[in-house]
């Protein structure tokens, strides 16, 4: 019986619409799909619009009541993109205020109380410490590749780098200001000087920035150094080649 049924000739759904197709019943759902004649076929507006509609709509299809329609979806939407900014503009002008009096409320609390000073920096001293003593030792093996005078995209990802790899967000800022030599101590401050004391750098110990040229010299593992080959919190050194971990 299903032979019989599969071998039926058939005439297509869409006969009444001018397909004149005889097919086999199991043909038939394949054909439908790509039928011509099927009033549903989806089809595009070749008038300027591109909308894509079924094929029975097509007459009653209007380009510019289209697109109109589409202007007042998108007005619409930015109306309310608008108002959200509004919002979250008010709500950040919120947070800042908020964020003030919590900051003259600890410089009260901390005048009132010098120990809090001392446990505030103990505790971040230590978060750089952690920090630090996660990142693999590092060398650097052509010290005439550093570049000196990083960009603001190379120094936003370098940023990016250190705060991915666990950096206090407080000492950030501050490291990526001293990745400039306009911010190195006197001994880096000028090609000239960094040639003359070319042979110190061997003394630093620096950590790599995890999946970048580039490594940190910090003040902490850095005592050794003299004033003029060192900052605090620390350096940050970024290289076109020849940073190698130490395993």
Same mark, same amino acid.
């Given at each position: 019986?299903?032979?019989?049924?599969?071998?039926?000739?058939?005439?297509?759904?869409?006969?009444?619409?001018?397909?004149?197709?005889?097919?086999?019943?199991?043909?038939?759902?394949?054909?439908?799909?790509?039928?011509?004649?099927?009033?549903?076929?989806?089809?595009t507006c070749e008038e300027g619009c591109g909308l894509e509609m079924p094929k029975d709509e097509m007459p009653?299809?209007?380009?510019?009541?289209?697109?109109?329609?589409?202007?007042?979806?998108?007005?619409?939407?930015?109306?309310?993109?608008?108002?959200?900014?509004?919002?979250?503009?008010?709500?950040?002008?919120?947070?800042?205020?908020?964020?003030?009096?919590?900051?003259?409320?600890?410089?009260?609390?901390?005048?009132?109380? @010098?120990?809090? *000073?001392?446990?505030?920096?103990?505790?971040?001293? %230590?978060?750089?410490?952690?920090?630090?003593?996660? $990142?693999? #030792?590092?060398?650097?093996?052509?010290?005439?590749?550093?570049?000196?005078?990083?960009?603001?995209?190379?120094?936003?990802?370098?940023?990016?780098?250190?705060?991915?790899?666990?950096?206090?967000?407080?000492?950030?800022?501050?490291?990526?200001?001293?990745?400039?030599?306009r911010n190195w101590p006197q001994g880096l401050a000028t090609l000239e000087t960094r040639q003359m004391n070319?042979?110190?750098?061997?003394?630093?110990?620096?950590?790599?920035? @995890?999946?970048? *040229?580039?490594?940190?010299?910090?003040?902490?593992? %850095?005592?050794?150094?003299?004033?003029?080959?060192? $900052?605090? #919190?620390?350096?940050?050194?970024?290289?076109?080649?020849?940073?190698?971990?130490?395993?």
């Amino acid at each position: 019986m299903r032979n019989m049924l599969s071998k039926l000739q058939i005439s297509c759904d869409n006969a009444g619409f001018g397909c004149t197709a005889t097919l086999r019943l199991d043909q038939l759902q394949s054909h439908l799909k790509g039928c011509e004649h099927n009033p549903k076929r989806p089809v595009t507006c070749e008038e300027g619009c591109g909308l894509e509609m079924p094929k029975d709509e097509m007459p009653n299809h209007n380009c510019i009541k289209h697109l109109r329609s589409v202007v007042q979806q998108q007005q619409t939407k930015i109306a309310d993109l608008e108002k959200t900014a509004a919002e979250h503009k008010h709500q950040l002008a919120e947070q800042k205020r908020d964020i003030q009096l919590l900051k003259a409320y600890m410089r009260a609390i901390r005048s009132a109380n @010098p120990n809090l *000073q001392n446990l505030e920096e103990s505790i971040e001293y %230590n978060e750089i410490l952690e920090w630090v003593n996660s $990142l693999q #030792p590092a060398r650097v093996t052509r010290w005439g590749g550093m570049i000196s005078t990083p960009d603001a995209v190379l120094q936003a990802v370098i940023k990016r780098s250190l705060i991915d790899s666990g950096c206090p967000l407080s000492i950030v800022n501050d490291l990526i200001e001293n990745a400039h030599e306009r911010n190195w101590p006197q001994g880096l401050a000028t090609l000239e000087t960094r040639q003359m004391n070319r042979r110190y750098y061997e003394n630093y110990v620096a950590k790599r920035i @995890p999946g970048k *040229q580039a490594v940190v010299v910090m003040a902490c593992e %850095n005592q050794h150094m003299g004033e003029d080959m060192i $900052l605090e #919190p620390g350096l940050v050194m970024i290289f076109a080649h020849g940073v190698e971990e130490i395993l």
